[in-house]
């Protein structure tokens, strides 16, 4: 238990994955204009990143390596993860279509957020905590893995989509209006993280 509560801690604040590692930032900056936006997309990404942490463990453990082609790793994860998103594509579009047509053209890009992918190529190449003759990630160190990581991505757009908002209401110079003080904005909150870096768990 203390390691994979060591995973998860460090999957969300030492090695958050937009703000330490920079993947996922396509969403990150473009979906954390309004709050609610950034949480709803924070849980698609997390919902996705924990069934693809679950798909790609599975399909690499019991189809990739026993036909020995791990190297379609990438395209077989990739196929894995639009299907997902497709289904939680439909599954917003039938159930909550306000937040589907806010989080518009960056839903599906889940599909192509290096993020996501990310944490499924990590979950097989990193060693296992629990059980080091593994060689990579246990499935259950892949679903921790996999959802900190999403619940890090989640914190990280709604801190940022927080900030974002009070900018609006900010008296800023006409130089830094818009992109330029969200990139401001979100680098101060990477320095932030950076705090945890000397934390080890």
């Known amino acids: 238990?203390?390691?994979?509560?060591?995973?998860?801690?460090?999957?969300?604040?030492?090695?958050?994955?937009?703000?330490?590692?920079?993947?996922?930032?396509?969403?990150?900056?473009?979906?954390?204009?309004?709050?609610?936006?950034?949480?709803?997309?924070?849980?698609?990404?997390t919902f996705v990143m924990t069934l693809a942490s679950i798909m790609t463990w599975l399909c690499q453990k019991f189809i990739l390596v026993p036909l020995n082609i791990e190297y379609m790793q990438t395209i077989a994860f990739i196929v894995i993860i639009a299907a997902l998103v497709q289904f939680v594509e439909m599954f917003l579009q039938k159930s909550i279509p306000s937040l589907y047509s806010a989080l518009g053209i960056y839903l599906p890009l889940i599909t192509t957020n290096c993020a996501v992918l990310g944490v499924a190529l990590l979950n097989v190449r990193t060693a296992s905590v629990i059980d080091p003759t593994a060689g990579s990630y246990t499935l259950i160190e892949s679903i921790v893995n996999g959802f900190s990581a999403g619940i890090g991505f989640m914190l990280?757009?709604?801190?940022?989509?927080?900030?974002?908002?009070?900018?609006?209401?900010?008296?800023?110079?006409?130089?830094?209006?818009?992109?330029?003080?969200?990139?401001?904005?979100?680098?101060?909150?990477?320095?932030?993280?950076?705090?945890?870096?000397?934390?080890?768990?």
């Open 1 to 45: 238990m203390p390691a994979l509560i060591g995973i998860a801690l460090t999957s969300i604040f030492v090695q958050n994955f937009v703000l330490v590692k920079f993947y996922g930032i396509c969403p990150f900056l473009g979906v954390s204009k309004k709050l609610d936006t950034a949480l709803g997309m924070g849980m698609a990404v």
């Open 156 to 201: 990280a757009i709604v801190l940022f989509a927080g900030v974002r908002e009070r900018l609006e209401s900010s008296d800023i110079p006409n130089s830094l209006q818009g992109m330029p003080i969200a990139l401001i904005s979100a680098s101060l909150l990477a320095i932030a993280f950076l705090g945890f870096a000397g934390m080890s768990f």
